[in-house]
């Protein structure tokens, strides 16, 4: 059964600097990997997408990596901003569903 | 373009109630899921739907029921409404399947149920 597991669950870092948000998963065999944002009380935001054949995704100040042998995938933060204070979710896609994790709590104080 | 909307943003519900979440999107999209998210456990997968007609369950289906009758619709319903219930319920749709594409996520229906 596939599993999701993001670390840490929160994080608290001052304004300007980079970071990395982590996520592993069980199994390999994978379609592609997400990255979602969350505001509180809101829905979720799609950030970016690696398919499975790819190494990595940017936008912005965002760069997400995926290492499916390893079953990790980083999600890296520039210049963090306190817009940037939100839940942070990935999630796996199998055939029909996505798997995701429980998310990781980032708190950027100016 | 609204993308994907959900109704009601709140409801309390008693136990035993039950009651209908609506969800609607204008993009056109083939494929519709509906997510429940709980303290701890991330986002459950409830049911999903790959085309007006076609629905599947997911991997917490028991209590709900939904049904596909026009592309841009996808209610959820709510049998009779368990404190066990008590999420927040999101929608979601992508023009590709679940497994290839971006995901568009409306803004939820928090539950309560008493």
């Known amino acids: 059964k596939q599993e999701v597991t993001q670390i840490p669950a929160a994080l608290s870092v001052p304004e300007g600097e980079n970071l990395v948000l982590n996520c592993s998963f069980t199994?390999?065999?994978?379609?592609?990997l997400q990255w979602f944002r969350q505001d509180p009380g809101k829905g979720l935001t799609s950030l970016l997408l690696?398919?499975?054949?790819?190494r990595e995704q940017t936008s912005g100040r965002l760069n997400a990596s995926l290492d499916k042998s390893s079953g990790r995938s980083t999600l890296y933060i520039a210049a963090s901003q306190p817009g940037d204070s939100a839940t942070y979710l990935c999630?796996?896609?199998?055939?029909?569903?996505?798997?995701f994790g429980t998310g990781t709590r980032l708190q950027v104080f100016p | 373009n609204a993308g994907v909307t959900q109704t009601p943003k709140f409801q309390v519900l008693k136990t035993g109630q039950s009651m209908t979440l609506q969800c609607a999107q204008d993009?056109?999209?083939?494929?519709m899921s509906w997510y429940r998210q709980d303290p701890g456990m991330g986002l459950r997968l409830i049911h999903y739907?790959?085309?007006?007609?076609?629905?599947d369950q997911g991997e917490v289906p028991n209590g709900y029921n939904v049904s596909r009758s026009t592309t841009e619709d996808f209610p959820l319903r709510l049998l009779s409404a368990a404190p066990s219930q008590t999420s927040v319920y999101f929608c979601?749709?992508?023009?590709?399947?679940?497994?290839?594409?971006?995901?568009?996520f409306g803004p939820g229906t928090r539950l309560t149920v008493t």
């Open positions: 993009m056109n999209h083939e494929y």
């Open positions: 739907s790959v085309g007006a007609g076609i629905t």
């Open positions: 199994d390999s065999a994978i379609y592609n």
């Open positions: 979601a749709s992508s023009y590709t399947p679940v497994g290839s594409g971006e995901q568009y």
């Open positions: 999630a796996v896609s199998l055939t029909d569903k996505l798997i």
């Open positions: 690696i398919q499975s054949s790819q």
